[in-house]
Each structure stands twice: as structure tokens, then as C-alpha cells.
């Protein structure tokens, strides 16, 4: 299945930052900040807008930074706190410097919603190096090239959320995606041991499996493979993946931790 959006860039914007402070929310998110990998499209902005309607500030990662910079004057616009923070989460030196960056300046996030991701779809067969490892490096690479530098600050704090968009692909192997279904196991791998390294600090981590997405990741022999395997009979939208995902960094959620859920419409 494919579902999330990448996340690549090589310069940070703190100052932007700021820019974030001429709004104040009200709302159950008001006064925490939420970090969305891969957040300039696709289920990354449907997030980020969800959550700023919510009253989050949002940190917009992707690594196209004019990319990232238009989601959130789309979001300010629409009175939100938002501020771009591009940067590559397969680059791991640049990726803890942006976000130690960030945190100095504004202290540590509440949440973060691991979305950033690519798809390479063929049978292993045809596969190059480079699709397999451009797709785990950004897939899963992402998980620890972003979450290493900000868990401790989150767990000096001993609060906080991280929710991990995976995919049904994780949970059950999709034909064509050895490359994906491998990565996206991974996170929910990767998601479940460190809910129990954190869970003492009262920090929850879940992990959102999506199904088929109507994203400009989907390609048309996806849709009429998979579409009638789909108990629903339909596509899920970006949207209803972001209500999970704003249960998920609720206080509602305070109790569940190492949890899977499928938006998949029936799939698995």
C-alpha cells in the first residue's frame, strides 16, 4: 500500500519560527508543538492541518524547503502556528543539527508524527540497489535519524506523543513492495520497543497502518489491483488518517501506547 510523502531538504529555518508566534491558538493542542515529517502534502499536510486546527504549532518538515514554506503560509492563512523546518530525514548529521537547532530554541516537541516516506514498486527481481535503499534509508532511516536526537529531550520533559504512519504493507506484505513491506515492518517494529523504552516517562508511541490512500503516491495499477480487495470498496482519504493521528497525540490517548491501527477500510 502507499500512503506517505518524503521529507528532503539540506537547509533549516528556525527564524522561522517565530513567524509562528504572531498567532495564538486556543483549542487541546494550544501551547504544544508537533513535529510532521513529510508534512508539505499528502497525509503529512492533512495531518499538520488537522492538528493545527486543533491548536498545535506545527513544525513542517519535507525536504523541498520551498515546498514545506508553502504548507504553512497555507495554514497561516488559514490563522494557524505553523513554521517550516526542512531538512533530509535520510541525512542524519544535517537532521540532528536542524532539529537540536529547534529544540534549543523553543525547548522540546510535544509530538511527532513520522510520516515521511517513498515507494519504489517492482518485483525484487527487477530491483536496483538504489530502490531498496532509498527506500528503507528514507522509510525507516527516518525513524532513527529523527527520534534519536529529540527522545531524550522528551523524556527529560516526561511527557509527549510520537505516532508513526507505517502501512498495511508492514502488517501483511504487499507483492511488488519487498522494499516498502520491509521498511514499514520495520516501523512497527522499531515503534513497539520504543514504546516500552519511554512508557515510564509517560510518553505514548503508536503506530497508524494505512491501507490505499488517495495520494500522488498511488499509481493506477495499485487502484485496480487493490481496489476490490477493499471490503469498503474505496479509497481512505488523507483526512481520515489525520483524525487517528489527532487521537493518537491527544490527552485522550494518554493510555494507549504500542498500539497498531489500520485505516484501511476493511483491507487487513
Do not use: C
Not at 117 to 143: C, E, H, K, Q, Y
Amino acid at each position: 500500500m502507499t500512503e506517505a510523502t518524503t521529507s528532503r531538504d539540506t537547509v533549516s529555518a528556525p527564524s522561522d519560527a517565530a513567524a509562528a508566534l504572531s498567532v495564538k491558538s486556543t483549542g487541546p493542542g494550544a501551547g504544544r508543538r508537533v513535529l510532521v515529517t513529510g508534512g508539505s502534502r499528502g497525509i503529512g499536510f492533512a495531518v499538520a492541518k488537522r492538528l493545527a486546527e486543533e491548536g498545535y504549532v506545527v513544525a513542517v518538515n519535507g525536504r523541498n524547503a520551498e515546498r514545506a514554506r508553502e504548507a504553512v503560509e497555507n495554514l497561516r492563512a488559514l490563522g494557524h502556528e505553523a513554521y517550516a523546518l526542512p531538512f533530509d530525514v535520510t541525512d542524519r548529521k544535517t537532521a540532528a543539527e536542524v532539529l537540536a537547532e529547534d529544540v534549543a530554541l523553543r525547548g522540546p516537541f510535544w509530538g511527532v508524527v513520522l510520516n515521511a516516506g517513498i515507494n519504489r514498486d517492482m518485483p525484487l527481481a527487477a530491483m536496483s540497489d538504489d530502490d531498496w535503499d532509498d527506500v528503507v534509508n528514507t522509510d525507516l532511516g527516518g525513524f532513527y535519524n529523527v527520534l534519536r536526537p529529540l527522545v531524550m529531550t522528551m523524556a527529560r520533559a516526561r511527557k509527549g506523543r510520537i505516532v508513526v504512519v507505517s502501512s498495511v504493507s508492514g502488517m501483511v506484505g504487499t507483492r511488488g513492495q519487498t522494499n516498502y513491506s520491509a521498511a514499514k515492518a520495520g516501523l512497527i517494529g522499531a515503534a513497539k520497543a520504543l514504546a516500552m523504552e519511554l512508557a515510564s516517562r509517560s510518553i505514548t508511541v503508536n503506530v497508524i497502518a494505512p491501507g490505499l490512500i488517495e495520494t500522488d503516491m498511488v499509481t493506477e495499477e495499485n487502484r485496480e489491483r487493490i481496489l476490490p480487495l477493499i471490503p469498503m470498496r474505496r479509497l481512505g482519504n488523507p483526512e481520515e488518517v489525520a483524525h487517528v493521528a489527532a487521537f493518537l497525540l491527544s490527552d485522550g490517548a494518554a493510555y494507549v501506547t504500542r498500539a497498531v491501527i489500520p485505516v484501511a477500510g476493511g483491507l487487513v
